[in-house]
């Protein structure tokens, strides 16, 4: 059997999972926020970086959206990851108004974040929406970082959509929703 062929019998393995769509694809340059307001009705979704860059040595967040609205109230968020580079720490915290899903990403020439964030239950009112995260990046001293871990939206709500906004400054690059049957 082709690498293809195993691919799709292990994703559809059991009836799990039929297909990935693509919903919307944004590209964008000096944004001061990147929003998806349309979730679908899917109950997973995949969010694809490719080459994001914020001012130098900013973080990039996350909050939900519900009925429009962003959600920033205190203690609504939860994460815990793992960053390894020149050191590894592990960044959690229980209590926040915000998902930070990196930091330290810059500007300068050869700084960019890649990877891909997974959400689930989004649409699904009786569940928390989690996060799991992979993402790599050159940071604002030319060190090479890499990131895995989740988070949650940490009240059972349907979500509208979902916002990412650096800290300070602007966004450039750019973000593909995906939604998974």
Known sequence: MS?????RALITAGGAVESIQLIETKTFSGASSVAFDDL???KVHKIQWNNIHTGD??????????GGTVQ??????ARAMQVGGSS???DKDPNLDRLRLSAQTGNATGEAINGFIWMYCAVDSTKYTTFNQHLSQIIYNGVFEGSFGGGAYKV?????GVHFYPNA???????????VK
């Open 169 to 179: 400054d602007t966004l450039t690059g750019s973000m593909s929703l995906y939604g």
């Open 40 to 42: 679908g009705d899917f």
């Open 3 to 7: 690498p293809l062929g195993v691919a």
């Open 72 to 77: 920033s109230a205190s203690s609504t968020y």
């Open 88 to 90: 590894e720490a592990e």
């Open 156 to 160: 059972a709500n349907t979500l509208s």
């Open 57 to 66: 040595n900013r973080d990039i967040n996350l909050r939900a959206k519900v």
